[in-house]
């Protein structure tokens, strides 16, 4: 929907939530057993039916966005669900469990890295866990016994748990969250039954490997051999031309088809602009006391209100903070509202 230009993407995100995600969690959940989930009215609209269906969650939305696709062509209410053909069972599990694909390749590498630490339970999650195949490689590749492989299909969270609706956690991120406040109950309130984790930060604690990627430039970020400015091994980069906005990238393993994620986003300041005649630089260093926490020097001259100022972290008015934003990233295209936090007005 609405192609790739940058003045689409919360367009794009919402037909992803509201119309693919409950398409494909419909047929996932009919081949995971829940047959019922593919009943509908095969004379319904597309529309009708994500207005009657219980996986799409913000129905209210789709008011205004089916106005939006009508202009560009596609008209949801005009759409009858009896034109389409849903894959067969055996479809989707010969689709989901070909291991040419990207995404088995990716979990095959994920899994020689679990390999390499030996653990004693393994937890998975995800809808495509739920699957026969999937559990199926799993449990070969896994290093730990079938036994000790624990697939969350058959848990629900509890009410408590936060961005939860109609079963589907709307944050994902939440999970880290809730996982630290059980390894504080497991430390701190005596829980004596062997569940303990770690969460301190050692000397071996930081984000591998380390480049940068245009912030305007689509899709999930992966790095070459090439684009690592900073490896598991360097405190500091080498100087490097800063000449748009950069998102800072990194990945903890060294594999060039795991995806990177973003942990800074840096850009000149509205109303400033590189000189050049004296080009901007940047170098990245490892905070001396956190390896998992990075700082930003900058070179160069910087045009400002018509003025050339040279970049002089020595003086209060030719400091770094005058011309540079230096944003925390936790994802990309600052759709995370501690990124970027902005809330729905409810009337």
């Known amino acids: ?26 047929i996932l959940r009919s081949v995971m057993g829940k047959k019922d989930d593919l009943t509908f009215d095969r004379g319904a609209s597309v529309l009708e039916f994500l207005l009657n269906s219980k996986f799409c969650v913000k129905k209210e939305i789709l008011g205004d966005l089916a106005p939006n696709l009508r202009k560009n062509g596609w008209d949801l209410d005009g759409m009858p669900m009896e034109s389409f053909t849903f894959p067969s069972e055996s479809e989707v599990n010969k689709i989901v469990g070909d291991v040419k694909k990207p995404l088995l390749r990716t979990l095959y590498n994920y899994s020689l890295v679990l390999n ?11 809808k495509l866990s739920s699957l026969v195949v999937m559990k199926k490689l799993l449990s070969l590749w896994m290093p730990s016994s079938p036994d000790r492989i624990i697939f969350l299909d058959k848990f629900r969270p509890g009410k408590w748990y936060p961005f939860l609706m109609n079963d589907i956690i709307s944050d994902p991120k939440t999970s880290v969250a809730v996982g630290l406040a059980i390894a504080d109950i497991a430390r701190n309130a005596t829980v004596d039954d062997g569940c303990y984790v770690n969460v301190s930060i050692d000397e071996n604690a930081n984000l591998n490997f380390i480049g940068i990627n245009r912030v305007a430039q689509d899709g999930i970020p992966h790095l070459s051999g090439e684009e690592i400015l900073l490896d598991i091994n360097q405190n500091f980069s080498e100087e490097f031309p800063l000449n748009d906005r950069i998102n800072i990238v990194y990945r903890n393993i060294n594999n060039k088809d795991i995806p990177c994620n973003p942990i800074y986003r840096i850009g000149l300041k509205k109303g400033c602009h590189p000189d050049q005649e004296d080009p901007i630089k940047m170098k990245i260093t490892r905070n001396a006391e956190d390896r998992t926490k990075l700082e930003f ?26 011309f540079f934003e230096e944003q925390v990233c936790t994802i990309l295209k600052n759709e995370y509202y501690l990124d970027n936090p902005q809330f729905v007005k409810i009337e």
């Open 1 to 26: 929907f609405f192609g790739q230009k940058i003045i689409h993407d919360n367009l794009r995100t919402q037909c992803l939530n509201l119309i693919l995600w409950p398409l494909a969690l419909m």
């Open 116 to 126: 390499a630490f030996k653990p004693s339970f393994v937890i998975v999650s995800g």
């Open 297 to 322: 020097a900058f070179s160069g001259t910087v045009i400002k209100d018509g003025n050339s100022i040279k970049i002089n972290d020595n003086h209060e008015d030719t400091n770094k903070e005058n």
